[in-house]
């Protein structure tokens, strides 16, 4: 399905173009986050999640409300790709419950472009437990996109640490970011 | 298209009056909404946050009618409450009333400018902006509370927790909005 949305300029439509992969997102690349009234914490409804970026190798700053966007959206925040992919939170569970060990949460950038939105992207989840804090002997990991992550907080709601450890993760994310000046 | 979007394309009929459906009592107010000629799963949703503004009132006895002039923000902020709760489906009623009890407490304390959204995590977010920086309280649906600063300097932002069953937890998000 193309993009029917006549005031997005052609090379923003994704019609097809190709996927790029996480390798091709450089260090010094900038990643903008839509916001309503510059808070942080508003993400918008639709297809952008809680989770949505766009990206500067593809769209400029001078085009970031060209593009579709949700309805409301009327400010920005960017960060530096090499901030996001150190961006990290981790803690120990030792609350006598399942997956005890070290568990962190890191940051994996995903070109996800949307048919009015080829810059699209997201910037999903990699949760890993490790056996101990020196993060040696890994237990398991997952990553998770907007959906899953969705439903893993569904499913952690009820635990404390996981619950705890996925809101002071978000915070750290949304520290990587700054208005622009 | 679900009943609670269906709502929010009616038009909204504000009492002329503020004070219309205003009752006060010699302790405490009775506080009531009832724009809506046909029942909603908003009009549901209001008769559950109007019995936490009563139990707000009630506890509040410095109330008095010369704090009447916020119920007009006061009326506000719970609409949009109650659009943004059936908008997040959410269902536990006890998450309903205690957000409605921190708008109450907050307009109390003389913040008139709250703003109520949602979060991309599918939160409730109670919100003021001061000076650039904002005060978030965020709601979750286990009536979980995260108080969130987000600072001008990004790296000075922090945030706090408050699970069910802590006592005093509203007051104190309150008192930091």
Not at chain 1, 50 to 71: H, M, R, T, Y
Not at chain 1, 150 to 165: Q, R
């Amino acid at each position: 399905m193309a993009c029917n949305l006549g005031s997005v300029p052609a090379h923003l439509q994704w019609n097809g173009k190709p996927i790029y992969t996480e390798a091709d997102f450089a260090n010094e690349h900038n990643l903008y986050r839509l916001t309503i009234d510059k808070n942080p914490l508003t993400f918008p409804s639709g297809q952008t999640t809680g989770i949505s970026c766009k990206w500067s190798f593809i769209i400029a700053v001078e085009d970031l409300f060209k593009v579709e966007n949700p309805k409301g959206v009327n400010s920005y925040y960017l960060a530096v790709v090499s901030d996001i992919l150190s961006c990290f939170k981790s803690g120990n569970k030792d609350d006598g419950g399942t997956n005890l060990g070290w568990h962190k949460l890191t940051c994996i950038i995903s070109h996800t472009p949307i048919e009015c939105d080829y810059s699209h992207c997201e910037i999903n989840v990699r949760h890993q437990i490790f056996e101990d804090s020196s993060e040696h002997n890994l237990l398991s990991e997952a990553v998770y996109t907007s959906d899953a992550w969705e439903a893993c907080m569904l499913n952690s709601k009820s635990n404390k640490f996981i619950k705890t450890l996925r809101k002071d993760y978000r915070l750290e994310l949304i520290k990587k970011f700054a208005l622009p000046t | 298209m679900t009943n609670a979007s269906a709502t929010l394309n009616r038009p909204i009929v504000v009492n002329e009056s503020p004070f219309n459906n205003l009752n006060v009592k010699e302790r405490g107010s009775v506080f009531h909404i009832s724009e809506y000629a046909n029942s909603s799963a908003l009009d549901s949703t209001l008769e559950i946050s109007t019995g936490a503004i009563n139990e707000a009132f009630e506890a509040n006895l410095d109330f008095n009618k010369s704090q009447m002039g916020t119920i007009n923000i006061l009326q506000r902020n719970i609409l949009d409450l109650n659009r943004i709760y059936n908008q997040l489906g959410y269902s536990n009623n006890s998450v309903l009333s205690l957000a409605t009890k921190i708008i109450t407490n907050s307009v109390f304390e003389g913040k008139r400018d709250l703003k109520i959204s949602h979060t991309g995590d599918n939160e409730i977010l109670i919100f003021r902006e001061i000076n650039g920086e904002f005060n978030n309280i965020i709601i979750d649906d286990y009536g979980d509370i995260e108080f969130m600063k987000i600072a001008k300097n990004m790296q000075e932002s922090y945030n706090e927790h408050y699970y069910s069953g802590e006592l005093g937890r509203e007051a104190k998000v309150v008192s930091k909005l």
